[in-house]
């Protein structure tokens, strides 16, 4: 029996990397394969029904190296924006039929197909499902059921979701889960510290 939803998963690829200096980090390796690679690979492995990637206009590298995953690509005009503009293209793509917009960051290289399926089948109707750590911190990637569409395609700033999240608190559906959801691999110094110390390679 499949254990397939109606969820779209929309993974945030068009940021400008700015706190990496010179280094795109998602073409940055990880066991031989780019950043974004794993990231799809794994977002792909889990029980979602569709899965959209948004990048920058014009970076068709990224479009390369996706080649053989059952993905949208979709480019992000007004990434300049923020993470908003990148969330609203995403879901705009998804449309409103989607049972659901599992919104997932690019460059999470400790999240796995579990952790995807453990948050997906928390999913509720109205409800949005947001993983924090036993300590209280929230993570990523974060499910809005389907009714948040309009909020969603309607977003602005460089906060994402997190003001539609503050608004519909009593909605929210709070998942326990491990450091997975935090560790994001944004700066040289966080990169350094997951690798141990490993020089950067793209």
């Given amino acids: 029996m499949s ?52 990048v920058r206009s014009g970076i068709e590298k990224y479009r390369a190296l996706l080649v053989g995953f059952d993905v949208e690509i979709i480019c992000a005009t007004e990434a300049y924006k923020g993470m908003s503009a990148s969330m609203k293209a995403g879901v705009n793509a998804a ?26 089948s928390t999913h509720q109707t109205g409800k949005i499902v947001r993983p924090k750590t036993d300590d209280g911190r929230y993570g990523h990637p974060v499910l809005f059921d389907q009714c948040y569409y309009s909020e969603l395609k309607n977003m602005s700033g460089d906060e994402g979701a997190r003001a539609l999240i503050k608004s519909e608190q009593e909605n929210v559906i709070e998942l326990e889960m491990d450091d997975a959801i935090l560790i994001d691999l944004d700066t040289p110094e966080a990169w350094a510290s997951w690798t141990g110390g490993a020089k950067l390679k793209c």
């Fill in 95 to 120: 449309g409103e039929d989607a049972g659901g917009y599992l919104i997932c960051l690019a460059d999470m290289p400790d999240l796995t197909p579990n952790h995807i399926n453990e948050i997906l």
């Fill in 3 to 54: 254990n397939r939803t109606e969820i779209t998963a929309i993974i945030l690829a068009a940021g400008s990397s700015s706190r990496m200096g010179e280094d795109d980090k998602l073409m940055m390796m990880i066991d031989n394969k780019p950043l974004l690679h794993r990231t799809v690979k794994n977002v792909c492995a889990s029980d979602i029904s569709k899965c959209i990637v948004v």
